[in-house]
């Protein structure tokens, strides 16, 4: 049995038990909060807040994972030990208000021990019992449930079951929100086996936690409270590297004599084969005791632990559309390939090696996450791109390294240490075994400090959100919209609500209103409100976190009209201009996607009545050719005048192929934008009937806004029509001034730049004649001081300083010259042969004395030295009897 057949097992096992096995979600989060998808409950948040319905009552899966930063962030420990890692599998069973502790906890019990042959008198359980402090009381159903298990196994409940508090066995998802008592199931991996539970909860890697079941069945209140669910929950995680490692190096549950390993399973020995092919090194399992006391042999297995794990969680994010970048998830994904790459220089291995290890990875992981497989080539080049660009910093890192020594030749500053990590990619490790080895210390206690502030800054900048189960009264707050349907944009009726005033603005809200409000990237509606026949224009039209719509007028209202009937307007002319834009964007998107890769992801986007701004990812920019063919696809599809349909669906029935997008938080039923079959989205906004309605896309530009991030600009409709018609006029223009066609604007403009090209050539050379002229005149005119040729002149013209300057000492072969010539200020340089530096100075000295009492400054070496002083009269006089010292 290997770590293909314990996944497999665990998914047919529940299968057997009803459960539908629904895929992994992908490591882009659907919450703003988090970087990754670090737990396999992060996909199921909102069924567990009862603001979206459950794929099935009782669902199965394999969850990938990385925690990698924010909270839950292991990657300074992986490769140290045998345990961490920031990508892993979360094996889960889950139960949405169906079953509860009885059949979680006796269906682990039977997968482990029936069905894997875990011995049973090694297996231990935690219940939840509280603390002084902690929530709640006691589980005393699942210490019952447990004590029936091992008594009916000739167990001891009393040595077999452990009690814990909150900190071990109480799960809640925030302050705020679902929570509820776990219970761990740990087994002990010492060889004799007869530890009687004494090592549970002590952070022995001889006792490992196997499978932790959460039930799910309070809502914690913000004034403190523990209120239970109406529906309970049941949320289970297991570790597949773990215990795929386990019966790996217990040769199936039955020799516990060596030390527990993750590493020892199938998902990574092929990877290790490959890097011993690269490398010659082969592993073996040697784990350090002192990171400060590496032998050569546990700094290679290290490395093999550091690359094998980074490999896979770069290669899972980069096929799940996450793009190394220097900012948020990004950037940890920059980090690990660059603490990945430096490893790997301690095993000697150069060039894109992560890319060389891809294939053994896709072959073992690729049958269970097909998307690894589909997205190969992508992985590949997105890893040799950034592995090349990183030996560049890493060059410079190095260089840095090796000064700061110098330096520091005692110990190195927190704050060195910090710019090392930081912005050179160094793992501090690493950073401490090349300083070991020219006996350096390092400020540990500085380094920390330089990391907390970071820390703290993170915070500040991180997405904070409140999570609460749905409540039913917020949602029938929700201001009532229409604005979907074409027939109720204008004159519409409705009842005024009331209104509010807001940082100098004022809005009002009715019972139900077509004004679409500002959401998704697209702006809010425009247009009249009508109340006793006096119009109020409407500004703008926003939407608060209950569903309410504010409409933004420029003056409040008469207290008066509130309650009364009124009549909403939109202005259908800037909605329809809006609408098309919108729709514009999920054509991009979808052209975009065929034209790169399926990694593309929308960062954001912005959509008006004048155009339309769409961000990607995506690890290069993209060539004027695909922007062309993107731009006539699009246009394509415009012309075949295809329907776009939108429905709205519950989310569990949302089509497979649709596209969702991060941070978009979805409710229980979505809505559904269809173009033509092949674009299709879950999508809030407005769009236009057909794609013809679009009338001509036109890409403005293209351009990266940030590492890893691209923005396209385009528009379309009579937006595009008319920066068509401007374009000609330029062209027409251009044309008439040239006495050419445009279809001949090209040619003419060629001949005209090789003209000016001929006549820059010329002037060139006579220049050069010019200065070789000047030259050879201001060399008549030095004279000798301390034995050495000395010239000291004014010239016209600032860019004619260095070439005339070193010509003229070419012609007197050895001695000083200082020129100046005046501008916006007096600019000035000064060469010096050796001999002249000897008995007059150096240039920089030389440059120094003679601009310091004119308020100027120069610098450079004692051959050439340049610089500059502010204009001053008397500039002739002062140089007519300046002595050199």
């Known amino acids: 049995m290997d770590a293909h057949h314990i996944r497999q097992t665990f998914l047919d096992f529940f299968k057997s038990k009803e459960h539908a096995i629904v895929p992994s979600a992908p490591l882009m989060p659907t919450s703003p909060n988090l970087l990754f998808t670090n737990a396999g409950m992060n996909p199921f948040v909102p069924c567990f807040l009862e603001e979206r319905q459950a794929p099935a009552p009782r669902v199965a899966d394999t969850q990938k994972c990385i925690r990698a930063g924010g909270k839950h962030n292991d990657l300074e420990d992986?490769?140290?030990?045998t345990y961490h890692h920031t990508f892993f599998e979360m094996l889960g069973n889950w139960s949405f208000g169906n079953y509860f502790k009885k059949e979680a906890i006796e269906w682990a019990w039977e997968l482990l021990t029936r069905v894997w042959g875990l011995p049973k008198e090694r297996l231990y359980a935690t219940v939840y019992t509280p603390g002084k402090g902690d929530p709640s009381e006691a589980d005393e159903e699942a210490y019952g449930l447990w004590a029936n298990i091992f008594e009916?196994?000739?167990?001891?409940?009393?040595?077999?079951?452990s009690r814990f508090g909150a900190k071990d066995n109480f799960w809640m998802m925030g302050d705020t929100g679902p929570c509820g008592p776990c219970s761990e199931i740990h087994m002990d991996l010492t060889l004799a086996g007869d530890t009687q539970g004494k090592l549970v909860n002590q952070g022995s890697p001889w006792c490992m936690e196997l499978w932790n079941l959460v039930f799910i069945q309070f809502n914690a209140t913000a004034d403190g409270r523990f209120v239970p669910l109406p529906n309970k929950h049941v949320d289970t995680g297991m570790g597949l590297e773990r215990v795929a490692g386990i019966q790996a190096q217990t040769r199936g549950f039955k020799d516990f004599s060596q030390k527990p390993s993750n590493y020892a399973s199938s998902l990574f020995t092929p990877i290790f084969d490959a890097l011993t092919a690269l490398c010659g090194h082969a592993y073996q399992a040697s784990v350090p005791e002192d990171r400060d006391a590496l032998t050569p042999n546990e700094l290679k297995d290290f490395a093999f632990r550091v690359i094998a794990d980074h490999l896979r969680a770069l290669s899972f994010s980069i096929a799940d559309g996450i793009m190394p970048s220097n900012e948020g998830r990004g950037y940890v994904l920059r980090r690990i390939l660059r603490r990945a790459v430096l490893f790997g220089q301690r095993l000697?291995?150069?060039?894109?090696?992560?890319?060389?290890?891809l294939p053994a990875l896709v072959k073992t992981m690729g049958k269970a996450f097909?998307?690894?497989l589909k997205n190969q080539d992508l992985v590949g080049r997105v890893l040799a791109a950034e592995e090349a660009s990183f030996r560049k910093t890493l060059d410079r890192g190095l260089e840095l390294f090796e000064r700061l020594v110098k330096e520091h030749p005692q110990k190195l500053p927190g704050q060195a240490l910090f710019t090392l990590y930081d912005t050179y990619g160094f793992p501090v490790d690493l950073t401490a075994?090349?300083?070991?080895?020219?006996?350096?210390a390092l400020d540990e206690a500085g380094f920390e400090a330089a990391m907390q502030e970071q820390r703290q800054r993170a915070r500040a900048a991180q997405v904070k959100t409140v999570i609460e189960v749905q409540d039913a009264h917020a949602k029938n707050q929700a201001t009532h919209f229409v604005g979907y349907d074409a027939s109720a944009l204008t004159q519409h009726a409705t009842?005024?609500?009331?209104?509010?005033?807001?940082?100098?603005?004022?809005?009002f809200n009715t019972e139900s209103t077509p004004f679409y409000a500002e959401m998704g990237g697209q702006v809010g509606d425009q247009g009249v409100m009508t109340c006793e026949d006096h119009p109020f224009i409407v500004l703008d039209t926003q939407k608060d976190v209950n569903g309410v719509h504010w409409h933004r007028i420029p003056e409040a209202l008469p207290p008066e009209y509130i309650g009364k009937s009124v009549t909403l307007s939109v202005d259908t002319a800037r909605r329809q201009k809006i609408a098309a834009h919108h729709s514009a964007t999920h054509l991009l998107n979808w052209a975009l996607r065929q034209a790169l890769g399926e990694h593309i992801h929308q960062a954001g986007s912005a959509v008006t009545p004048h155009g339309l701004r769409f961000d990607f990812s995506h690890f290069e920019a993209v060539s004027k050719d695909i922007l062309k063919s993107i731009e006539r696809k699009i246009n394509e599809k415009i012309l075949e005048n295809h329907p776009i349909r939108s429905t709205e669906v519950p989310f569990s029935q949302k089509p497979k192929e649709a596209l969702a997008f991060f941070g978009e938080k979805y409710g229980d039923h979505v809505r559904v934008v269809d173009i033509g079959g092949y674009s299709i989205e879950l999508c809030a906004g407005t769009h236009v009937p057909s794609t013809g309605h679009l009338g001509l896309f036109l890409?403005?530009?293209?351009?990266?806004?940030?590492?890893?991030?691209?923005?396209?600009?385009a528009r379309v409709g009579m937006e595009a029509y008319q920066q068509c018609i401007d374009t000609l006029a330029v062209l027409e223009g251009a044309s008439a001034r040239l006495n050419c066609t445009p279809d001949t604007l090209n040619q003419r403009l060629e001949q005209h730049l090789e003209h000016t090209k001929a006549q820059a050539k010329t002037l060139q050379k006579l220049e050069d004649q010019w200065i070789t002229q000047e030259a050879k005149r201001l060399a008549a005119l030095a004279r000798p001081h301390k034995g050495q040729p000395w010239l000291l002149a004014q010239i016209d013209e600032p860019k004619h300083l260095r070439p005339l300057a070193v010509q003229i000492l070419n012609h007197l072969g050895s001695g000083a010259v200082l020129l100046v010539a005046p501008d916006d200020k007096l600019h000035a340089i000064a060469l010096a042969t050796p001999e002249a530096q000897k008995v007059l100075g150096a240039a920089n000295t030389l440059l120094s004395d003679f601009l310091t009492p004119l308020g100027g400054k120069g610098g450079g070496k004692p051959d050439m030295a340049s610089g500059s002083a502010p204009l001053a009269e008397g500039l002739k006089n002062y140089m007519s009897t300046y002595q050199v010292k």
């Open 433 to 440: 075994l090349l300083a070991k080895q020219r006996g350096v």
């Open 370 to 372: 097909p998307e690894l």
């Open 152 to 161: 009916r196994e000739g167990l001891d409940p009393k040595v077999h079951i």
């Open 78 to 81: 992986v490769g140290f030990d």
């Open 699 to 713: 890409l403005d530009s293209e351009g990266g806004i940030a590492a890893g991030t691209r923005r396209i600009e």
């Open 348 to 357: 000697g291995l150069e060039g894109a090696f992560l890319e060389s290890l």
């Open 495 to 507: 009842r005024l609500l009331g209104q509010m005033q807001s940082q100098g603005e004022y809005f």
